[in-house]
Nanobody
């Protein structure tokens, strides 16, 4: 049973910083990529940043230069450092992992439970 457990987030004033982390646990053979998505009230879930096993990163235009994604492969953990936060960054942030579970023939996508990030103006 694979689980993604997020931590961090919370409430911060505009211009402040927050970080979130996500650990994948369980029987995991290989993690192909991990990343963060977010969903604001009334909006669709959107990608924020991703990190592949080869080290390649992707950032949404809206967060480039402000957010940094990093990963500790030994701990199966992905981090998102968020700086210069703005009210429009307010959302539930979801961890995402594309991985191959132990004993499985193929990879699949897993999601965390989500963590709230609220930026006040």
């Amino acid at each position: 049973q694979v689980q993604l457990v997020e931590s961090g987030g919370g409430l911060v004033q505009a211009g402040g910083s927050l970080s979130v982390s996500c650990e994948a646990s369980g029987s995991i053979f290989r993690i192909n990529a991990m990343g963060w998505y977010r969903q604001a009230p009334g909006k669709q879930r959107e990608v924020v940043a991703t990190h592949t096993s080869s080290g390649a990163t992707f950032y949404a235009d809206s967060v480039k230069g402000r957010f940094t994604i990093s990963r500790d492969s030994a701990k199966n953990t992905v981090y998102l450092q968020m700086n210069s936060l703005q009210p429009e960054d307010t959302a539930v942030y979801y961890c995402n992992a594309d991985l191959k579970p132990g004993g499985s023939s193929w990879s699949r996508t897993y999601w965390g439970q989500g963590t709230q990030v609220t930026v006040s103006s």
